[in-house]
């Protein structure tokens, strides 16, 4: 195995030059992130230094699988990202390795104390061959403010961006050619110091995986059913409910097995007596409804500390404000359509239903990009959710199409950013 050291630009898709540099500023013998970061700005040690990057290619490159055989998450390249931080000496040098397992001490804090967040992202291959990545900068400051919700160290989303480019540009191969086929990218960041106490970690962990998946839907879309879950709650008002946080997904399994259980494939999670609708699974929540002057209206429910702010979630919300705004406009969307953030409740849904108002409910994520829902099981009866034809609404349909055509290239859009070309 031998190790290089690589230089290299991060560009956008629309841009012929590349972006602006991510150098960061020096604070004394501390440093701070410039382009990427939390909402407020954090000072850490020696930041990541891209151009430290060393990368050891694997001497037994896997076979790659047939993409009929892709499942999620099943599957991975040859190599993964590491960088490792020590409250002592900063970040270290990033390195590209072979893939395998990650030493660490049984008594690490990421074990005893769920010190542990992720991100979810995706690399597209276009028709003519270029790599691009879907609004990786959104990943990057979400990522950066789940770190400090568990005072794990910030970082410089830019240049973690450039090491994970160069991760995707050596696994290339790994991505498939077909149609709704791509590359999932899987950043985690865990607290591996080895002493026993609820404290801040002393030293950190980065990562990168990578997956080839195949289309969440590989034979048409299927409207799923849920369950209004009102014995389980995933977040509360002050807790980590926004913050993609691994401690936030491991109670809900059982709450998931509950729901099958019940015949239903995933949870509607209901918070407070007045049964407030907040997310889908995993995924974020839209609801459409005509409001009594016949204006529809898509609604989702606000960051109100308890929503994940989901990177689709938000190009949803931007799509349809341009096409109400006439920024851009989308075939299939009314003329007119009111968006908003606010909250919505198992009572609005029901009522709204009852008088033929309720258009659609659909979740959101990076997964599946839109899933849409038939029908709410509640208080022991099932509220019935209108589908199109072909499994999806009027609204969600044109919303997932100018997304997965911005995604696959077939549209231009700077949401695009390049890997390789």
Known sequence: MSSVRLSFHFT????????????????GSRYMSQNISTTEEAAVSLDIEPSRLTVTKTMSPKELPASKSLMFGRTFSDHMLKIRWTEATGWEAPSIEPFGPIGLSPSATVLHYAQSLFEGMKAYRHEDGTVTMFRPDMNMKRMNSSAKRLALPAFDGNALLECIKELISLDRQWIPKEPGHSLYIRPTFIGTNGTLGVAPPTE???FVITSPVGPYYPHGFKPVP???TTEYIRAAP???GAYKLAANY?????????????????????HGPE???????????????????????LITPPLDGMILPGVTRDSVLTLARNHASGIKR??????????????????EIIQSSKEGRLIELFGTGTAAVVTPVDRIGYNGGDVTIPTGKDGMGPISEPLWAELVGIQ???????WNYVVAQ
């Open 250 to 270: 491991a109670p809900g399994v059982v709450a998931q097995k509950s729901a099958a259980k019940q015949g239903y494939a995933q949870n509607l999670w209901l």
């Open 330 to 347: 989308l075939g299939g969307l009314p003329d007119v359509i009111k968006v908003s953030e606010r909250p919505i409740n198992m009572g």
């Open 12 to 27: 956008r898709l629309t841009q012929s030059a590349p972006r602006s540099s991510w150098r960061a500023a020096a604070i």
């Open 238 to 240: 002050g807790g980590t």
């Open 408 to 414: 696959t290239g077939a549209i231009k859009s700077n």
């Open 275 to 297: 049964h407030w609708l907040t997310e889908v699974g995993t995924m974020n929540l839209f609801a459409v409804i005509k409001d009594k002057d016949g204006i529809t209206e």
């Open 226 to 228: 849920l369950h209004g």
């Open 204 to 206: 950190a962990l980065l």
